[in-house]
């Protein structure tokens, strides 16, 4: 079965920095669109961050643009999200996900059809 762990997550400061990882077993990300997606309790799922599979277009939701960065590394079959100057309100249970669905936005979560099983981010003082 294809899987995908994600690893990186704990708590942090506000203003401090954590990096999640995305890794895959059983097949190569490469060939695929990669989002990572954040719930935190008592909200919906959102999308946070989207890399496609080529030419590497990197899209972002609003409330994180200029703090986090999405990258690829093939050669390790991992995509990365570097969140920096993070604060209370980027607390949530992350996500990545792989699809290759056409047809459906870089946040729209029909378009990736698989997913981790989430790493806790938590940032307080």
């Known amino acids: ?22 890794a895959a077993s059983r097949f190569t990300l490469g060939g695929y669109r990669i989002g990572w997606f954040r719930q935190a309790p008592g909200k919906e799922r959102e999308g946070v961050s989207c890399i496609t599979s080529s030419p590497g277009t990197t899209y ?10 999405i990258s690829r590394d093939n050669a390790k079959n991992t995509v990365y999200l570097q969140m920096n100057n993070l604060k209370p309100e980027d607390t949530a249970v992350y996500y990545c996900a ?5 047809g459906w936005g870089p946040f729209s979560a029909s378009g990736y059809a698989y ?3 989430g790493t806790q981010v938590t940032v307080s003082s």
């Not at 972002?60 to 960065?69: A, E, I």
Request: net charge positive.
């Open 60 to 69: 972002y939701t609003d409330s994180v643009k200029g703090r986090f960065t």
């Open 98 to 102: 792989a699809g290759r669905r056409e």
């Open 1 to 22: 079965q294809l899987q995908l762990v994600e690893s990186g997550g704990g708590l942090v400061q506000p203003g401090g920095s954590l990096r999640l990882s995305c």
């Open 115 to 117: 997913w981790g099983q």
